[in-house]
């Protein structure tokens, strides 16, 4: 079946699990990129914890350059596969060029920062030399070399918009693979390579970022033939650019708010001590494998609902919802499983002891206990992107990353300070985020369902798709 008619005839569990999995495995090796480089960096002969320490603080300026990239490409999915779904060829190329047209803006946004600003950004969280010192080099080289991710960020949500997920996560399987094979050799400097340090982790992680981007343009222009790939399409158009970002600005605010609030969270946590900074770091990229997962279904969740959104068939909308949820809600039933039962020995992977081992391990198995609340969440902003609700998708961020979480974190923090018995209380300030934006969710669910799509009538669509097959 054409990839076009497939997103509006095929059966909708089945599509969702199709388009899911490929997703779920490429989120998931993403964050696999700065747990691999944190792994081997830790067993570095000198400093292992205090370059631990320095990709803790490099992380979140690394989550704001994917917070961009795929925020970006969210808008690019969505209109893409939107005007797909109405027949509509020429804008949905339109669509493409402008979205690697702004990739190309925002990679020269972070280079600059890598040359002129990214040394400011590391002191403002340490006062550490050593740490200092390697931080800001780990993270100049991934800002100056940023052009893998910024790019392939925007080809993956393309070959996704067309249903060509599986060509994505070949192409971040690829990466991902070659950051392994080179991790080692560029960091301790196997065989004729130089030991470089934690300059061989970022080093190693921009060259597979790389080798992911050109994957992801050969396949796109290889096999999505729903798009057109002309000059005219990369002019700049302010009314498509504007539709890109209505839909895809939130998302890049959502993902943004993600880096912010790890920042906040570190000088709120640097209070206790670097240990309390080191454990939350180290947690947070573990946990971002349970979370991209929900992260994974959430773009299959886009181009599906909005495809048949665009298409106008109610019954189609209401089965990518409901299927949607079912799945990130089992997904993220098994990682909690998995980070409970696995807390202990991931503290032994990475050379944890007193301290520090003890807060990551109350954090492995306090956090996830949100899980459940923040899959829902995510899901629900994936919906309220495809139904062009992107003030709803952008409060979710604001309430999960903002609102809820840096009180009650302010108020543990300070009771930790005083008493360090009290220390672990910092860490349900996560699952009660959660739980509260959860809340909100459904109630803007609701009233957006009602908005946009209760008043579709029972049409299947089936003719933009006859037509789409048709051409």
Request: proline fraction near 3%; charge should be neutral.
């Amino acid at each position: 079946m054409d990839k076009c008619e497939a997103m509006g005839n095929a059966t909708i569990g089945r599509l969702m699990l199709s388009m899911s999995i490929p997703m779920v495995i490429s989120m998931a090796l993403q964050a696999v990129y700065n747990i691999v480089d944190s792994s081997f960096v830790s067993k570095m002969a000198e400093n292992g914890e205090a370059a631990l320490n320095a990709l803790t603080l490099a992380f979140p300026l690394q989550m704001l350059m994917v917070a961009v990239g795929i925020g970006t490409g969210v808008g690019v999915n969505a209109l893409t596969a939107k005007n797909l779904g109405r027949g509509d060829r020429e804008s949905a190329s339109r669509a493409s060029g402008n979205g690697i047209f702004l990739g190309g803006v925002i990679y020269l946004v972070f280079l600059l920062f890598g040359l002129f600003g990214s040394e400011a950004y590391i002191y403002s969280q340490t006062d550490n030399p050593l740490i200092g010192s390697m931080a800001s080099d780990y993270l100049k080289i991934c800002c100056v070399c940023s052009f893998g991710i910024v790019f392939f960020s925007v080809f993956e949500k393309l070959l996704q918009a067309g249903g060509l997920s599986i060509y994505s996560t070949i192409a971040q399987i690829s990466g991902a693979a070659v950051n392994i094979i080179m991790d080692p050799v560029l960091i301790y400097g196997l065989g004729s390579f130089p030991e470089m340090g934690v300059r061989g982790a970022a080093a190693a992680t921009v060259i597979g970022q790389t080798v992911s981007f050109v994957l992801a343009v050969v396949f796109h222009l290889k096999f999505n033939k729903g798009i057109t790939n002309r000059l005219i399409y990369f002019k700049p158009f302010a009314a498509v650019i504007g539709e890109i970002y209505s839909i895809g600005l939130p998302a890049v605010v959502a993902q943004a708010l993600m880096s912010a609030m790890t920042y906040g969270l570190n000088l709120v946590f640097g209070r206790i001590g670097e240990n309390m900074v080191t454990a939350y770091g180290l947690y947070y990229k573990i946990q971002q494998v349970v979370l991209f997962i929900a992260f994974g279904i959430r773009d299959a969740i886009t181009p599906v609902v909005s495809f048949n959104y665009g298409m106008g068939s109610r019954q189609r909308i209401n089965g990518g919802i409901r299927w949607g949820l079912i799945f990130t809600e089992i997904m993220m039933a098994v990682g909690t499983v998995v980070i409970e039962l696995a807390a202990l020995p991931v503290s032994k992977l990475f050379g944890l002891s007193g301290d520090t081992q003890e807060l990551f391990l109350s954090a492995m198995r306090i956090i996830s206990l949100s899980f459940i609340f923040a899959g829902a969440n995510i899901a629900f902003q994936g919906i309220f992107q495809a139904l062009d609700g992107g003030v709803e998708s952008l409060s979710i961020s604001l309430c999960r990353q903002l609102l809820f979480i840096f009180p009650p974190a302010l108020i543990f923090t300070g009771m930790a300070v005083k008493n360090a018995e009290h220390c672990l209380l910092v860490w349900f300030s996560f699952p009660i985020a959660e739980l509260l934006s959860a809340v909100i969710a459904v109630i803007l669910f609701k009233r957006l369902y009602g908005k946009r799509v209760a008043g579709i009538g029972e049409n299947s669509g089936t003719a933009a798709v006859k037509k789409q097959a048709a051409e």
